[in-house]
T-cell receptor
Framework: GAGVSQTPSNKVTEKGKYVELRCDPI?????LYWYRQSLGQGPEFLIY????????DSGLPNDRFFAVRPEGSVSTLKIQRTERGDSAVYLC?????????????FGEGSRLTVL | AQSVTQLGSHVSVSEGALVLLRCNYS??????LFWYVQYPNQGLQLLLK??????LVKGINGFEAEFKKSETSFHLTKPSAHMSDAAEYFC????????????FGKGTKLSVKP
């Protein structure tokens, strides 16, 4: 596709449920990033992939959060046993460069609401 | 810890007036600095960036920013605001050359009055 695509755009779930958020990056982009944006805050880094491997997962808040990118393209962010505090917009971005010196292209985000 | 501070969560200007959005950073080494813009119902997009070289950088839509090391600032300006500039603006920093994650400020929402 022309840009970074994220699905679903909106997800409402109940506390304790499992959630998957998908990111389809720009074709050919080797780097992929996940950020979380809570109301009134700037995006907060979660994890960064270079190819299939997680180059930096230091932003994942706890072991309920996990992300994969098995073929070096599409990535899935997985959240187990969701809590109300997980409610936020989850942003995905991709880049053609290594590291962060290249331009990041962001998707429109997946809004997660945990009731 | 590295951080970014954006002064003013909401700035309102009249159409044609100067736009000034403030950003200060803390970093123990020369940083890479960025401004991103988020229009309503759209993803974040890069406005401009400073990595090395000229401290005055020009971006899209007539915006520019100047890296001032002595003031640890990277303020965003535009001489004449357009209605289409209404959006949320985020300053971001890569704190060190060995650490890749972008650290964002909390954002400044710009409103433009006719």
């Amino acid at each position: 596709g022309a840009g970074v695509s994220q699905t679903p755009s909106n997800k409402v779930t109940e506390k304790g449920k499992y959630v998957e958020l998908r990111c389809d990056p720009i074709s050919g982009h080797t780097a992929l990033y996940w950020y979380r944006q809570s109301l009134g805050q700037g995006p907060e880094f979660l994890i960064y992939f270079q190819g299939t491997g997680a180059a930096d997962d230091s932003g994942l808040p706890n072991d309920r959060f996990f992300a994969v990118r098995p073929e070096g393209s599409v990535s899935t962010l997985k959240i187990q046993r969701t809590e109300r505090g997980d409610s936020a917009v989850y942003l995905c971005a991709s880049s053609s460069g290594t590291g962060f010196y290249g331009e990041l292209f962001f998707g429109e985000g997946s809004r997660l609401t945990v009731l | 810890a590295q951080s970014v501070t954006q002064l003013g969560s909401h700035v309102s200007v009249s159409e044609g007036a100067l736009v000034l959005l403030r950003c200060n950073y803390s970093s123990s080494v020369p940083p890479y600095l960025f401004w991103y813009v988020q229009y309503p119902n759209q993803g974040l997009q890069l406005l401009l960036k400073y990595t090395t070289g000229a401290t005055l950088v020009k971006g899209i839509n007539g915006f520019e920013a100047e890296f001032k090391k002595s003031e640890t600032s990277f303020h965003l300006t535009k001489p004449s605001a357009h209605m289409s500039d209404a959006a949320e603006y985020f300053c971001a920093v890569i704190p060190s050359r060995s650490q890749g994650n972008l650290i964002f400020g909390k954002g400044t929402k710009l409103s433009v009055k006719p």
